[in-house]
């Protein structure tokens, strides 16, 4: 089976930086995925991590570490349209399943 | 991209009609779909994995007969919601993998059930 955590939710300032942390258990581990979902719509796609590291793209950030289980997502510079939902989620060897975590809600203030 | 349109945006039916929701991959062909179901404020859970011409793989506790999938070419996927009720409200999502690349999962824009 897979267990993926993540906290419920999360609040930070406007311009400052967020860690949003993201811990799985999981057999056939062949990457993680980070997405942003705002109410009611899709996820949208962030960030696809396999490889240990970090990997930076604009304003987001995604780490992993595959020996812990671990992975975050770092968003710089919060802007309010960055309140929404943000998804881990791991698919297995062959791309045939992907499991999502519960969600972390953040919430940007002014 | 990858371009994945799901239909209805939105439905509300009475209780005890049946509802379909169709998943199409426009610009790739799909050979397996995936079904997930959120509840307000919860994530994505997996309903279902749908793979071209043969019968989908159900997660636990999902119960087939209530939740006909068909994925009968390789660019549409269709679920089927048999007597709804009102418990079954929720919002539907269909994604299809692609290979190439790293966003590997393309999602449909989701389908808002409202039963009555």
């Known amino acids: 089976g897979q267990n993926i955590d993540q906290p419920t939710e999360m609040t930070a300032t406007e311009g400052a930086i967020v860690q949003i942390n993201c811990t799985y258990q999981?057999?056939?581990?062949?990457?993680l995925f980070w997405y942003q979902q705002h109410a009611g719509e899709a996820p949208t796609f962030l960030s696809y991590?396999?490889?240990?590291g970090l990997e930076e793209k604009g304003r987001f950030s995604s780490f992993l570490s595959r020996s812990k289980g671990y992975s975050y997502l770092l968003l710089k510079e919060l802007q309010m349209k960055d309140s929404a939902s943000y998804l881990c989620a791991v698919t297995n060897s062959n791309f045939n399943k992907f499991y999502f975590g519960s969600g972390t809600k953040l919430n940007v203030k002014p | 991209g990858a371009v994945v349109s799901q239909h209805p945006s939105r439905v509300i039916c009475k209780s005890g009609t049946s509802v379909k929701i169709e998943c199409r991959s426009l610009?790739?062909?799909?050979?397996?779909m995936f079904w997930y179901r959120q509840f307000p404020k919860q994530s994505l859970m997996l309903m279902a994995t749908?793979?071209?011409?043969?019968?989908?793989?159900?997660e636990q506790g999902v119960e087939k007969d209530k939740f006909l999938i068909n994925h009968a070419s390789l660019t549409l996927s269709t679920l089927t919601v048999t007597s709804a009720h009102p418990e079954d409200s929720s919002f539907y999502i269909c994604?299809?993998?692609?290979?190439?690349?790293?966003?590997?999962?393309?999602f449909g824009s989701g389908t808002q059930l409202s039963v009555l």
């Open positions: 991590n396999v490889l240990d």
């Open positions: 994604s299809a993998s692609k290979t190439g690349g790293k966003e590997k999962l393309f």
């Open positions: 610009d790739f062909q799909a050979t397996t």
């Open positions: 999981t057999s056939g581990f062949n990457g």
């Open positions: 749908s793979n071209e011409g043969s019968k989908a793989t159900y």
